[in-house]
Every structure is written in C-alpha cells, then in structure tokens.
C-alpha cells in the first residue's frame, strides 16, 4: 500500500499547498525522507523490533494519542480533587520512563543503560521513576544494582529541578538553599554510584541474552497512578475538614505527591512579600522530605523488600544531607 498512500498524501499536500505552502512543504519533505528509508524502516520492524515491543509501542501510542488527549481536563469527584488528565498524563509518564530504561538497557547494558535512564526520567517525575525501576526489578531481580543506581540517581533531578523553580521565582531563596540541596545532591550521587560500580548482579543480568523483559506494564502504571490520586485525595479531604493548620501541614501533604509545588508555592509566597526567606525555607524541606518518604512507600510497593532496603538508606542520606546543609547554612 505504499505507492497508493504516497499518490494520495501527494495530492492532498497539493491542496494543502494553496494555503499553508510552508506546511505542506515540510511535510513534503517529511514523505519523501519516508519513502527514502522504507528498507531500513521494514528490516527494523521485522528483524530488529519483537512482536512484544511492536505491541508495545502501539499500546503506549493509543495511550498518549487517543485517551490522554481525550480526558477531560477538570477537576471532579469528592472534594475535586481529581484530574483526570492529569492522571492519565502520569499513566503515560510511567509508561515513558519505563520504555526510557528498556531502551538504555537494550543500547547500554543493564549496568550502565539503567543509571543513565533512571537520571534522565528523574526529571519527568523520580517518585515515577523508583516505581518504574520497582517493578523491573520485581520481574527480574539479576537487574538490582542497576535498577537501584537509576532509581537513587532520579532523586538528583528533583534537586535540580527544584533549584532551577525556585531560582525563576525567587534567586535570594534559592541562595538560602545552595547548601542544603547541594548536600543532598552530592549524597544521592555518591549512594547512586556505588551500585553503578557493583558487577554482579549486573553481570549476571547481562550475561542472561535479550531477556530484558518488557518496555511497560501498563497495569502497574495504572497502580501508580491510582495510589497517587489516593494521597490527593486526603490531602483534599484534610484541607476541607481542618482548614489551614500551618503553612507546614499543608507543605507535608502537598510534598507527599509533588515536593516541587511545595517550592514554587513557598517561592511564590516570599516574592509576594507574605514571608520572610527563613519562614519559607522549612516549609520547602518538609515538602522535601514527606515527598522522599513517598519515594520510600513506592519503593516498597513496587520492589519489595529487598529493593526497598537498598533504596531507603540513599534517600535517608540524601535527606539527611538536605537538613544538615540548612542547619550549616
């Protein structure tokens, strides 16, 4: 069906033609460079992709393309606290840093494919990311030490990310905080790379052919979505039934699904001049740490126990690291 399909878009690129030229010509260009690869796009999908991983990818398609965009964007149920977009944007989200780290491994090798993606995901969502990471290592435990290296190393992306929000809100907080998440930082790093270094679980992994497993579960994502939607839930239903407590509570449990809010709403609060730059640095680092001890819950729930043991020691270093820094600076 190629030379039909390419007869085809030719003649409705020439209609598009009359009134988007330049559209029509990148997309003219975008065809041709198609039809120009067709051998090389063919013998990937027969010799290169598996049946699995074409599934895969059609699957992770309908989601990002059909029900993300068709969920409605409002939100509703008790106490509305529910997007449903958004839950579906973190459905796709797991499903993303998932694939991110099938595909670094199939690239790079455990050892080094899965640090690498763990960091990268790290800045679409870490708490996403030690889930993810959680149930690979669920369905295949020779890959620990890599899995554990990506899932530590995601936390330092919440660091940066959350210095580069609270530095376009307000730079003399984000001085306040250099040390603190700097330490923190430095901590994950140092915790990460250790089991980088590790070889036998690694090795053994790698050594077991292109049994790596699949991209995505998308019913583990599913999981993931839903246990966050929980915790925004209470969160809602506490704010309704007792009110503002304290910019501390309400820091604990916005930091319990997302530790950058916490920032950018404490950030936001000093520009407006409501704050001082010392009342707006605790409630940041409670937002940190409630939002480290979800990564804990997560890292139980999707790993076990034997993930989460090693998970848990570098996030309470990484913490503890975090809380020194303020207390020094």
Known sequence: MTTEFALLLTCLLGGLAIRESMLAAAVGVVLALLLAAKDRLHHFVRSVL????????????????????????????PFDAINPRAVARLIVAVMAISALGYLAMRALGARYGLPLAGFAAGFV???????????????????????????????????????????????????????PLSLGGLAASL???????????????????????RAFNLKSAAVFAGLVSLILLLSAALNAYLGARGMWLGAALTGLADAHATAASAASLLADNKISSAQAVGPILIGLSSNTLM???????????????????????????????????
């Open 125 to 179: 969502s870490s708490t996403a990311t030690i889930y993810a990471m959680g149930e690979r290592v669920s369905r295949q435990p020779a890959m620990m030490s890599g899995a554990v290296a990506g899932a530590v190393l995601s936390s330092i992306a919440t660091i940066i990310q959350m210095m580069v929000v609270i530095g376009l809100i307000q730079t003399s907080l984000l001085t306040a905080l250099v040390w």
């Open 191 to 213: 915790y990460g790379l250790l089991f980088v270094w590790q070889k036998d679980a690694v090795s053994t992994a790698e050594n077991a052919g292109d049994d790596i497993g």
């Open 295 to 329: 990564k804990a819950i997560v890292a139980f729930k999707s790993g076990g126990v034997q993930y989460a043991k090693r998970i848990v020691p570098g996030l309470v270093l990484m913490i503890l690291a975090v809380w020194v820094g303020a207390w020094l600076g």
């Open 50 to 77: 598996t049946a699995q991983e074409l599934k895969d990818i059609i699957l992770f398609s309908a989601m990002a393309l059909i029900v993300l965009p068709l969920a409605p964007d409002r939100f509703m149920g």
